[in-house]
């Protein structure tokens, strides 16, 4: 055949989308899937194929229909036993099916990383009606924060300040949840300094980490990345430490995005992605090799550098505010007069908070580059219908 590998991508989304472009500058033929027709990486990709990642037989079939080389999951929402049935028949699942499993529900992974792995994590415990919700704030203290255990990008998730509010949350998070497991955490709220993301790519000579990325969050999802963000050697040392853990104990090869807070010395470990993350998207214009170039050769078996390293550079998410069946954009040639750059995903359609395209500028410092980054976000406009 005339392409390198063959490579099932199950989920389609912005990070889908570059992660093709990547894996297809190295030759691989990539079959696109997901719930919805002209996705993002779709647009990019070989073949498509839309159908829920969620229904085992239908997945099953397409990964019978195409016969990959590799299956790449892209979201979380997918049925991970159909991955473990695969991988022992001998598909390569990226990074293991095991990660995938593992990294899927919040209680699987916060349990392997607190009590098997012993790595630094907030005080928690698991709830799965209101009693146990109040039961577990009284062991965590307030603030605390409440989350589905399975749920994504900040859905369902709420922070109490008393327990006059766990009602509200526990509703909140139930009514927000993905799949049918009514079970929450309920974890320590840490007052950080500031969070990062580690991404730490596991290939076939080692694992090699990026500069850490700092990020801000609102609603549970982010807003701004930027990259290098300053850090101590023993904060970084301690990430690093805890990221190698997890991500050997996770096995398989591939780029991993480990999330941490960070309050004075301190570094907790959060959770973290078998994949590309989304506040490295920054890594599109920092590094030489983005995130989705190092997913694409830890993958393929291909070299990683020892040393990755990064120029100040920002991201700034450009985000809808309404639902819509059509969408358009103005504003680019402005947006980008003073040099900094714009990735349109391409979605079909918009609804409030959906993520639609990120605005990416370097400068001299990472704090000139996230003003840049902001601005030029904000100059891109949206228009809503036909
Ligand atoms: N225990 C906590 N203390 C303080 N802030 C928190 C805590 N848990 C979460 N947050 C804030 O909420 C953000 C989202 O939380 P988390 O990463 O657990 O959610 P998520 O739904 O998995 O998001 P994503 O899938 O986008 O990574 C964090 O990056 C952080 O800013
Ligand atoms: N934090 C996870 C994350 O950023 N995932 C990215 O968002 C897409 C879904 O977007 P949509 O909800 O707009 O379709 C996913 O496919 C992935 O690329
Ligand atoms: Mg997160």
Redesign the pocket.
């Known amino acids: 055949m005339a392409h390198t590998a063959k490579i099932l991508l199950l989920?389609?989304?912005?990070?889908?989308?570059e992660f093709v472009i990547s894996a297809k500058r190295l030759g691989a033929y990539v079959v696109a899937c997901?719930a919805?027709a002209d996705?993002?990486?779709m647009q990019m990709a070989d073949a498509a194929e839309v159908f829920s990642m969620l229904d085992p037989e239908a997945l099953r079939a397409a990964i019978a229909k195409h016969a990959p080389d590799f299956v790449v999951p892209?979201?979380?929402a997918i049925r991970t036993e159909v991955l473990a049935e695969i991988e022992a028949e001998g598909t390569r699942v990226v990074p293991s099916a095991r990660a995938t499993q593992m990294t899927m529900n919040r209680d699987a992974i916060r349990d392997l990383a607190a009590q098997d792995l012993g790595v630094t994590t907030s005080r928690y415990r698991y709830a799965k009606n209101l009693e146990e919700v109040v039961a577990a704030a009284e062991f965590t203290g307030f603030p605390c924060v409440i989350k589905p255990v399975m749920s994504?990008?900040g859905k369902g998730q709420s922070t109490i300040r008393d327990s006059g509010e766990l009602e509200e949350a526990w509703d909140y998070a139930v009514a927000n949840m993905r799949g049918d497991r009514k079970r929450v955490i309920v974890e320590q709220f840490i007052d950080f300094d500031y969070e990062i993301t580690l991404l730490t790519v596991r290939h076939n000579n080692g694992v090699t980490f990026c500069p850490p990325i700092g990020h801000r969050q609102e609603r549970g999802?982010?807003r701004e990345s930027w990259q290098p963000t300053p850090m101590s050697d023993a904060a970084i040392a301690a990430a690093q430490d805890m990221a190698r853990k997890v991500v050997d104990d996770l096995g398989g090869f591939g780029l991993f995005g480990v999330e941490f807070f960070v309050k004075g010395e301190e570094v907790i470990f959060s959770e973290l992605?078998p994949r590309?993350?989304?506040t490295g998207m920054v890594t599109s214009i920092s590094q030489n090799l983005s995130e989705f170039d190092l997913h694409a050769r830890a993958i393929l078996g291909l070299a990683i550098p020892e040393m990755i390293r990064a120029r100040p550079s920002a991201s700034a998410v450009i985000l809808a505010d309404q639902d819509s069946e059509a969408v358009s954009y103005s504003g680019l040639a402005d947006a980008m007069a003073d040099g900094a750059d714009v990735r349109i995903?391409g979605?079909p359609t918009t609804?409030p908070y959906?993520?639609?395209g990120v605005a990416l500028a370097t400068g001299s410092t990472t704090d000139e580059a996230r003003a840049a980054a902001v601005a030029t976000a904000s100059k891109v406009h949206i228009h809503y219908g036909d």
């Open positions: 989920g389609s989304g912005e990070l889908g989308r997901d919805y996705a993002p990486a892209e979201v979380e994504s990008s999802d982010y992605s590309p993350h989304d995903f979605k609804r959906r993520r639609m």
